[in-house]
């Protein structure tokens, strides 16, 4: 089976695995609404700001989002319609009858692991 024109087959992967995070695809779904800053995903989505930045970092990389400076703010967006589609078709495949009807639950975090702990057995 050809897919025309060309199907980018690496470049859909790199984008589905940016989205396949729980924190990645409700940053996503939010900007689905709409562009907002680094504060208002924060607050919105309960995240911490180092956190948050790696997640949109792995996003811009992946060209999910895209960044623009205004003043001292950064605003976050989709990168371009490919993306809005691809992420409303998630919203709607899971779900949401339609994007304006979905709200985006705070993303789920994982429990920190114990690090392990070792005792030192002396000899004698």
Do not use: H, K, W
């Amino acid at each position: 089976m050809t897919l025309e024109p060309p199907f980018d087959v690496d470049a859909a992967a790199s984008m589905l695995r940016a989205l396949a995070n729980p924190m990645r695809l409700a940053v996503a779904l939010r900007l689905l609404q709409g562009s907002c800053t680094v504060a208002t995903l924060e607050t919105e989505l309960g995240l911490r700001q180092p956190n948050l930045s790696q997640q949109l970092a792995e996003l811009r990389d992946a060209g999910v989002v895209s960044a623009e400076r205004q003043s001292r703010n950064m605003i976050y967006s989709l990168a371009d319609d490919r993306q809005r589609r691809l992420v409303q078709a998630l919203l709607l495949a899971f779900g949401a009858q339609t994007a304006s009807q979905a709200s985006v639950q705070r993303p789920v975090s994982r429990p920190q692991q114990q690090a392990a702990v070792f005792a030192r057995i002396g000899t004698g």
